[in-house]
């Protein structure tokens, strides 16, 4: 009788400190999770603001900006359109 308590109480408390581990695991599994979640609404934040600074940087406006002040660039005009033609000789050779 005596034999068959002590392996009882060895089961209930192998048992007990089974449910302690589970119950720990699973807390720390969840917090891992509730950080992971917490990361990805931060990134998804961020790559909103990416996208929005993105189309500022590529908006028409700011790129002619850009163009006429650091690389020296100015509207097209038909007053400086200038018109290329073909030499004769390749003209009549495109089919």
């Known amino acids: 009788m ?3 308590n002590l392996v009882l109480l060895v089961a209930v408390l192998m048992s007990a400190f089974y ?4 119950q720990y ?3 720390r599994l969840y917090t891992a999770l509730d950080r992971g979640q917490s990361q ?3 990134l998804d934040v961020e790559h909103e603001q990416l996208v929005v600074q993105k189309r500022a940087q590529a908006a028409s ?3 002619q900006q ?3 002040r650091q690389i020296g660039m100015s ?3 038909p007053g400086i359109t200038e018109y290329v033609t073909l030499p004769t000789a390749v ?3 495109r089919p």
């Open 2 to 4: 005596i034999r068959l």
């Open 19 to 22: 449910l302690v581990h589970t």
């Open 25 to 27: 695991e699973s807390r």
């Open 40 to 42: 990805a609404r931060k």
């Open 61 to 63: 406006a700011r790129v």
């Open 66 to 68: 850009l163009a006429t």
């Open 75 to 77: 509207p097209v005009t």
């Open 91 to 93: 003209a009549e050779a």
